[in-house]
């Protein structure tokens, strides 16, 4: 084993603001693309929208900060606009933007639009119909030009498990629910349309025929929709050219272009690295180019359309994001987050160079690196191989294999590099059994095994303690002893737990909140938080070193800053615009990770 050849990635030093990142890495995350009738391609980002020349898209021919990041984008019929659903971790809006003219409007907010924005432009383009993520959901028109909102309509209950939707020229919509679709009418009639579900989700309406995300074809036989020959294989979503001839059909390894006049594939490229997962429109086409996101690479692929055997270029500098943060000297190692069910990456950034270099082990569960950067502890399974923790130094060389009776699970080390603690489940019958297991380097056995039965677990180690929370049982062991410092039971959902360097406190984040734990006193704390426009449950929880502050990434994008002596809330910082995934506290600073593909620094924070 060993690591890839070196790479670079972007790192963006800011202007060191307080309460403000002060440096990010990575550009990034594609989401969404689109071409203009000059043929430019249009990508809209996790951070900013920018413009390209698709034959030589490096370095792109303008940039938009649009306060948030894209999530859904569709070109506008006149061919010189985009229209964008973008969300921060304040709310969300539609925007309009005309690159060539360097204009951005902004159409209407919203608190939040769900998981991902469902809407579609009339095929005149001068209307914009959406579905308002909601109890009950419900359907809104609005005006292109000025963003007045023209008629509201209420939809089935079923209508919150759709994918996309489609307006005819009449102004009759098509939406897909979770077992069935419906036809929507402008005075607010509903009628059943059997043929879509939640994966044949109409987006395209032309001729009196319908298109879906998957590919298939649906025209009028005597009134009624009846299916026809579409693509052959199943798409994952599906994007509209701006002059409506083209649309291009994504998959996890095929993008495919469809003539809507010619009712024919014409462009096919088969490519592992597509891979899928992520919010947004993945493939858009013009008259003479194809674009693509490899979700696996966090790359754009371009090709000319009339070549699809290899892209002629490729657009770089984003990121996936990353599960977990570690610091040893100038150097940060991540655990990538790849798309669902793809492999885990170590990847490991030089902080000042930006040069990176990954590391591939089976697929990577979890990893620990030791502060000094020459121990890497990495729990994978490898195909057809039992789950094991591996010892890596510095080179990635393998110095020991434990095999462990789990299907899974997280590992931990202590801040002091003295101690690493592994986290272990296994499927059962009824709850999986779970067991939390530490040691010191260079043992051959495990100082305490704590065991329980829970799908809800956590681990943590400092310099002199270890807490474990299985299910609803918080316990804290002094390392080194078997007699716990703290017992207690806390009736929540734990999706992350953090320990203090001292060992005083005990952090969770959990579905009901967040709460905060003494462990000398037993004294069970809630931490309020206002984080504005919908509920939202923490996802990570750290500590600073000194354990004055402790910090809460949210789904939305913000960090709650709460102080450890009294559990109040001093601050929320607004900096990605998806999902936190990792924080630490490194070098006197908090960093954080996001969905949005960005791992950012923060300055100043009191």
């Given at each position: 084993m060993s690591w890839d050849p070196p790479d670079l990635v972007p790192i963006f030093r800011r202007y060191a603001a307080p309460g403000a990142p002060i440096l990010q890495i990575f550009l990034g995350k594609p989401h969404a693309l689109a071409f203009l009738a000059d043929g430019s391609l249009v990508v809209g980002g996790s951070r900013e929208l920018t413009v390209h020349d698709p034959a030589a898209p490096t370095p792109p021919r303008a940039?938009?900060?649009?306060?948030?990041?894209?999530?859904?984008?569709?070109?506008?019929?006149?061919?010189?606009?985009?229209?964008?659903?973008?969300?921060?971790?304040?709310g969300s809006?539609?925007?309009?933007?005309?690159?060539?003219?360097?204009?951005?409007?902004?159409?209407?907010?919203?608190?939040?639009?769900?998981?991902?924005?469902?809407?579609?432009?009339?095929?005149?383009?001068?209307?914009?119909?959406?579905?308002?993520?909601?109890?009950?959901?419900?359907?809104?028109?609005?005006?292109?030009e000025t963003g007045a909102e023209l008629r509201e309509?209420?939809?089935?209950?079923?209508?919150?498990?759709?994918?996309?939707?489609?307006?005819?020229?009449?102004?009759?919509?098509?939406?897909?629910?979770?077992?069935?679709?419906h036809l929507?009418?402008?005075?607010?009639?509903?009628?059943?349309?059997?043929?879509?579900?939640?994966?044949?989700?109409p987006f395209f309406v032309a001729g009196g025929g319908v298109m879906t995300i998957n590919g298939r074809r649906f025209g009028p036989v005597e009134g009624k929709l009846e299916q026809f020959p579409g693509l052959k294989d199943s798409a994952n979503g599906g994007s509209i050219s701006h002059d409506r001839r083209h649309l291009t059909f994504h998959a996890a390894r095929f993008v495919q272009v469809w003539d809507v006049l010619a009712r024919s594939v014409i462009f096919s490229a088969d490519r592992a690295a597509l891979g899928g997962g992520w919010r947004g429109q993945a493939a858009a086409a013009s008259a003479t180019h194809v674009a693509a996101i490899e979700h696996l690479e966090a790359t754009v692929a371009i090709w000319r359309i009339d070549q699809p055997a290899e892209p002629i270029a490729k657009l770089g500098g984003y990121g996936q994001g990353a599960g977990r943060l570690s610091f040893h000297g100038d150097s940060l190692t991540v655990k990538v987050l790849l798309p669902l069910h793809k492999q885990h990456m170590v990847t490991e950034i030089d902080l000042q160079s930006g040069a990176a270099q990954s590391l591939r082990v089976g697929q990577i569960h979890d990893f620990v690196r030791t502060r000094d950067g020459q121990r890497i502890v990495a729990l994978r399974e490898g195909y057809h191989q039992p789950i094991g923790v591996l010892h890596l130094d510095a080179a990635a060389a393998e110095l020991e294999e434990i095999e462990v009776k789990a299907n899974g699970g997280a590992l931990a080390l202590a801040p002091n590099d003295a101690t690493w603690g592994f986290l272990g489940y296994r499927y059962t019958d009824r709850e999986p059994s779970v067991q939390a297991q530490w040691r010191a380097f260079g043992a051959t056995k495990w100082a305490k095994t704590v065991k329980g039965h829970s799908h809800w677990y956590a681990l943590e180690l400092c310099d002199t303690a270890a807490a474990v929370m299985i299910g609803p049982d918080l316990s804290v062991f002094p390392l080194?002893?078997?007699?716990?410092?703290?017992?207690?039971?806390?009736?929540?959902t734990p999706r992350a737990l953090a320990l203090s360097r001292d060992g005083a406190y005990v952090g969770l984040a959990c579905d009901e909140g967040i709460r905060l734990v003494h462990v000398a006193s037993g004294v069970i704390t809630e931490l309020k938080y206002g984080i504005g426009h919908e509920p939202h449950w923490p996802k990570c929880i750290c500590f600073d070193e000194r354990g004055v502050w402790v910090f809460v990434g949210f789904p939305n994008g913000a960090i709650t800053q709460h102080r450890v002596a009294t559990g109040a809330l001093v601050a929320v910082l607004h900096g990605h615009n998806d999902d936190v995934r990792a924080l630490a506290w490194h070098d006197g600073s908090l960093w954080s990770s996001s969905e949005d593909g960005t791992i950012l620094r923060w300055g100043d924070l009191g």
């Open positions: 940039t938009f900060d649009l306060d948030g990041g894209v999530e859904w984008m569709t070109a506008h019929p006149d061919g010189v606009s985009v229209v964008a659903a973008v969300r921060n971790s304040r809006a539609v925007v309009r933007v005309w690159p060539a003219a360097g204009k951005i409007v902004r159409l209407f907010t919203a608190p939040s639009f769900g998981w991902m924005f469902i809407g579609n432009l009339s095929p005149d383009g001068t209307q914009l119909v959406w579905r308002r993520y909601g109890e009950p959901p419900t359907l809104h028109t609005v005006d292109v309509l209420p939809l089935p209950q079923a209508t919150m498990r759709a994918a996309a939707l489609a307006v005819r020229p009449d102004g009759a919509v098509y939406i897909n629910g979770e077992e069935g679709g929507v009418h402008p005075d607010g009639r509903v009628e059943a349309c059997t043929h879509f579900d939640s994966f044949t989700a080194g002893k078997s007699k716990p410092l703290l017992t207690t039971s806390i009736a929540v």
